[in-house]
């Protein structure tokens, strides 16, 4: 091939082939441009072409998936990018049998969404596109107004529903939940290949912790539920992000997917090292865009593309970078493989 374009090379890399340079790209929240399809897609089509990133993940508002159900959000209050909670579909978990199938086109959040990635596509024509999803176990932790983290990130619900009262005392009824999540998360992947999006960012969020869910019942609660989904997406190409500290990036290697994000630094977690199948996404501390650390954003990128040079490897930062980064911050993550290609 003579020619590389930014599609080739982010599905042959995603295919564990190589190719003619690194690629990079990174995504943050604009959590005052993110209530609209508009604002949303004119956001994510300047932020791409300020950079010129490789390829495009979609950072739509967090709440976006658990709004389907009717979950009501503050947009003019934020606790970092979680708008305070109102409302909740599921005040109990008795509740949980109440859950539908939503259609996806007839669903006002995600007619939203799917009207921002067609607004992208047109604004991007050449660019990897793909979108944000959560799996079915967050999205209902989110819905209930629970954390999908061990640490506190959700806000606004003083009681929710707890863990024992979900998956113990109603685990029939929160079967019936994630199933009815996941049916509805499979009809919408399937409308966002209509839109333009190339695949997924299919996020587990933080519930890989073994702090929050033991083996034994992510296996039950996560595992099938991802299956369907990932099978609705299969038309494409699908990096899973695995949050947070002790995320087990390795516990993936049998899922359906491509590629593999998680944060190489954090505690309990492998480095770029690991024993996994799927092409390796990060290698950058998205910390470090937090204190505008340039030295270290540099150092890190050259370390991850030099290590990673024989394999298929995907520059980014490990999560999403810090609201308060700095333009001069981001550059150098984008110059970095620039940098590293001139000494191939």
């Known amino acids: 091939?003579?020619?590389?374009?930014?599609?080739?090379?982010?599905?042959?890399?995603?295919?564990?082939?190589?190719?003619?340079?690194?690629?990079?790209?990174?995504?943050?929240?604009?959590?005052?441009?993110?209530?609209?399809?508009?604002?949303?897609?004119?956001?994510?089509?300047?932020?791409?072409?300020?950079?010129?990133?490789?390829?495009?993940?979609?950072?739509?508002?967090?709440?976006?998936?658990?709004?389907?159900?009717?979950?009501?959000?503050?947009?003019?209050?934020?606790?970092?990018?979680?708008?305070?909670?109102?409302?909740?579909?599921?005040?109990?978990?008795?509740?949980?049998?109440?859950l539908e199938v939503k259609k996806a086109v007839q669903t006002a959040s995600l007619v939203e969404h799917l009207e921002a990635v067609k607004q992208i596509r047109q604004g991007l024509p050449d660019t990897p596109l793909i979108q944000t999803v959560f799996s079915p176990l967050t999205v209902l932790l989110f819905i209930v107004g629970r954390s999908a983290y061990v640490t506190k990130t959700v806000f606004g619900i003083e009681h929710p529903v707890t863990l024992e009262s979900l998956f113990k005392e109603h685990r029939a009824a929160a079967h019936h939940a994630l199933h009815t999540i996941s049916l509805t998360l499979a009809d919408y992947v399937q409308e966002l290949k209509q839109a333009g999006s190339d695949g997924l960012f299919y996020a587990v969020t933080g519930t890989a912790h073994?702090?929050?869910?033991?083996?034994?019942?992510?296996?039950?609660?996560?595992?099938?539920?991802?299956?369907?989904?990932?099978?609705?997406?299969?038309?494409?190409?699908?990096?899973?992000?695995?949050?947070?500290?002790?995320?087990?990036?390795?516990?993936?290697?049998?899922?359906?997917?491509?590629?593999?994000?998680?944060?190489?630094?954090?505690?309990?977690?492998?480095?770029?090292?690991?024993?996994?199948?799927?092409?390796?996404?990060?290698?950058v501390d998205h910390g470090l865009f937090a204190v505008n650390d340039i030295a270290q954003i540099k150092q890190q990128a050259k370390e991850a593309l030099t290590l990673m040079k024989d394999q298929s490897f995907i520059l980014s930062p490990n999560c999403a970078i810090p609201l308060n980064v700095t333009d001069e911050a981001l550059a150098q993550l984008k110059q970095s493989v620039f940098e590293q290609e001139m000494k191939l």
Request: hydrophobic share 35%.
């Open 1 to 98: 091939m003579s020619e590389w374009s930014k599609q080739d090379r982010f599905k042959a890399l995603l295919s564990g082939e190589k190719v003619d340079r690194p690629i990079v790209s990174g995504w943050r929240h604009f959590i005052d441009k993110e209530q609209t399809a508009d604002d949303l897609a004119q956001t994510t089509i300047s932020f791409t072409k300020q950079y010129d990133w490789d390829w495009v993940k979609i950072n739509p508002r967090a709440t976006y998936l658990a709004e389907a159900w009717g979950n009501q959000y503050d947009f003019t209050d934020y606790q970092t990018v979680f708008p305070r909670q109102q409302t909740t579909a599921i005040p109990s978990a008795a509740n949980l049998w109440d």
């Open 210 to 283: 073994p702090g929050l869910f033991d083996e034994a019942m992510f296996d039950e609660f996560s595992r099938p539920y991802d299956s369907i989904v990932l099978e609705a997406a299969s038309y494409g190409k699908n990096i899973l992000h695995t949050c947070g500290a002790y995320a087990q990036p390795e516990k993936f290697n049998d899922y359906r997917i491509d590629g593999i994000s998680w944060d190489t630094v954090a505690e309990g977690n492998p480095d770029l090292e690991a024993n996994l199948k799927a092409t390796k996404v990060g290698g």
